[in-house]
């Protein structure tokens, strides 16, 4: 038996003598192969063994609130979609309490604010997972209400202008130019808000799905 291909089947260690009968390493004894030269031991892989397991959906609503104002950071797939699922059920149950009790959606409007940003906060951290700046977000966040100002002078110009050509011509150009621009923003986002995150540590923090800081670096 070659010296090349002979481990020890405890610790891994190459065994250098061929009348070795135990490890110079860990101490185990050393028994020969039945047949064939013998492997060094399959070990399991760091990274897999150490992985976290994935956020629940309550864990991901204690961590958006948690996180109210942190834009810092990194967030996983999973805390990102369990916390847009409680978004959408909440919003939908609270419109049902404002129908049966007359609030006029003061409820509804008061949850849509507070989590207002928590969301943004969340969708940095999801952003950065990947590697990209949370900076994007304002894609979103500037190409609709540019559009409805868009939308507003074309009212103005309508209704009390009587279609002043200037007017209309700019609120046509910015409702139509600014809305498409945030259709293809929120196209933009959902996939990459449906990307796997780096694996390992990037410029904005180590992995969230690894309990250890000791990561490869993602430039």
């Avoid at 976290?52 to 805390?79: D, I």
């Avoid at 390992?200 to 990561?215: E, M, V």
């Amino acid at each position: 038996m070659s010296q090349a291909n002979r481990h020890c089947r405890q610790c891994g260690a190459a065994i250098l003598r061929i009348d070795s009968h135990f490890c110079p390493s860990c101490g185990a004894e050393i028994t020969p192969p039945s047949s064939g030269a013998e492997q060094p031991p399959q070990l399991p892989s760091p990274t897999a063994a150490s992985e976290l397991p994935m956020v629940s959906f309550p864990q991901a609503v204690n961590l958006g609130f948690k996180n109210y104002f942190k834009f810092s950071g990194r967030a996983t797939r999973a805390e990102y979609w369990w916390w847009l699922l409680f978004t959408v059920l909440a919003g939908i149950v609270l419109n049902v309490v404002d129908t049966l009790t007359d609030a006029m959606g003061m409820v509804g409007f008061l949850f849509e604010l507070a989590i207002l940003v928590p969301s943004f906060a969340l969708g940095a951290r999801r952003l950065h997972d990947i590697n990209r700046t949370g900076w994007w977000l304002l894609w979103f966040l500037g190409s609709f209400p540019m559009a409805a100002i868009g939308g507003g002078i074309l009212l103005v110009s309508f209704f009390l202008l009587d279609n002043l050509l200037i007017l209309t011509v700019l609120g046509f150009a910015m409702a139509i130019g600014f809305g498409i621009l945030g259709i293809i923003g929120v196209i933009v986002l959902t996939v990459w808000a449906i990307k796997q995150g780096d694996e390992g540590l990037n410029k904005y923090g180590p992995d969230p799905r690894q309990p250890s800081s000791q990561q490869p670096y993602k430039p």
